[in-house]
C-alpha cells in the first residue's frame, strides 16, 4: 500500500499571504488529522477529519482551517500568514473507526516558510 | 483530560549499551500508548502500540515497551543501541474512543560509537 502523501513538501510564503497544503491518506484510512510542528512548541494538534466531518479539533485561531473531501483527501488552509506559522506540517491517517483505529501513519511533511 | 509526559529532552548513550527512554501518562480512562521515532526532516514512523493486550509490547528495530498502570508509565527499551537509533522519540497517548492524540514532548537520541 501506497503510504500517506503530502504536497507539496516545501514552501516558502510571505506575511499575509494564504496557503494550501494537501494530503492523500493511506487507501482505505478514512480520518486525517494534521499537526503543527515546531521546535519551541512541539507537536501540536490542530484538527481531524472523518468521513468528511470534524472530529476534533486543536486550539488554533481560526486562520487556521481544513476539509476533507469524499475521497478522504484532506487540505488545510492557513491564511493571513504570520512569521510565527512557519513550522512543519504533518499529516496523519488512521482507519478511524473499529478495532485497530488508533493508530496514525504520518506523511513526510510539508515544511512551511514564511517571510 | 490526558497528557503525556517524556522525561529527558536529550539522552546520550554508547553505542552497545541499553536504550531507556522515560514516559509518563496520565489519562482518566484505560489509555491507548504510542512510540514514534522521527529521523530529521521525516515525518513519524510507528514503532510500537499499547492497546490493552499484552503489557510488554514489541516492535521494529528491537525496541519493546512496558506498560504499567500502577507507575502510570510506558518506558521504551532497546537493549542494544545502533547508531542508526539516533533520532528523536515521541511518546503519545489517546483515551480511548475518538479522542484526538496527545504527544509528548520528544527525547532526542544521541548514540555515541
Known amino acids: 500500500k501506497a503510504g500517506v502523501t503530502q504536497t507539496p513538501r516545501y514552501l516558502i510564503k510571505t506575511r499575509g499571504q494564504q496557503v494550501t497544503l494537501s494530503c492523500s491518506p493511506i487507501?482505505?484510512?478514512?480520518?486525517v488529522s494534521w499537526y503543527q510542528q515546531t521546535p519551541g512548541q512541539g507537536l501540536q494538534f490542530l484538527f481531524e477529519?472523518?468521513?468528511?466531518?470534524?472530529?476534533n479539533k486543536g486550539n488554533f485561531p481560526g486562520r487556521f482551517s481544513g476539509r476533507q473531501f469524499s475521497n478522504s483527501r484532506s487540505e488545510m488552509n492557513v491564511s493571513t500568514l504570520e512569521l510565527g506559522d512557519s513550522a512543519l506540517y504533518l499529516c496523519?491517517?488512521?482507519?478511524?473507526?473499529?478495532?485497530?483505529?488508533?493508530?496514525?501513519?504520518f506523511g513526510p511533511g510539508t515544511r512551511l516558510t514564511v517571510t | 483530560a490526558q497528557s503525556v509526559t517524556q522525561l529527558g529532552s536529550h539522552v546520550s548513550v554508547s553505542e552497545g549499551a541499553l536504550v531507556l527512554l522515560r514516559c509518563n501518562y496520565s489519562?482518566?480512562?484505560?489509555?491507548?500508548l504510542f512510540w514514534y521515532v522521527q529521523y530529521p526532516n521525516q515525518g513519524l514512523q510507528l514503532l510500537l502500540k499499547?492497546?490493552?493486550?499484552?503489557?510488554l509490547v514489541k516492535g521494529i528495530n528491537g525496541f519493546e515497551a512496558e506498560f504499567k498502570k500502577s507507575e502510570t508509565s510506558f518506558h521504551l527499551t532497546k537493549p542494544s543501541a545502533h547508531m542508526s537509533d539516533a533520532a528523536e522519540y515521541f511518546c503519545?497517548?489517546?483515551?480511548?474512543?475518538?479522542?484526538?492524540?496527545?504527544f509528548g514532548t520528544g527525547t532526542k537520541l544521541q548514540v555515541i560509537p
Open positions: 496523519a491517517s488512521s482507519i478511524g473507526q473499529g478495532t485497530g483505529s488508533y493508530e496514525q501513519y
Open positions: 487507501s482505505g484510512h478514512r480520518s
Open positions: 477529519y472523518f468521513s468528511e466531518t470534524q472530529r
Open positions: 489519562s482518566s480512562v484505560p489509555p491507548y
Open positions: 499499547y492497546t490493552s493486550a499484552a503489557t
Open positions: 503519545a497517548v489517546r483515551s480511548g474512543g475518538y479522542q484526538k492524540v496527545t
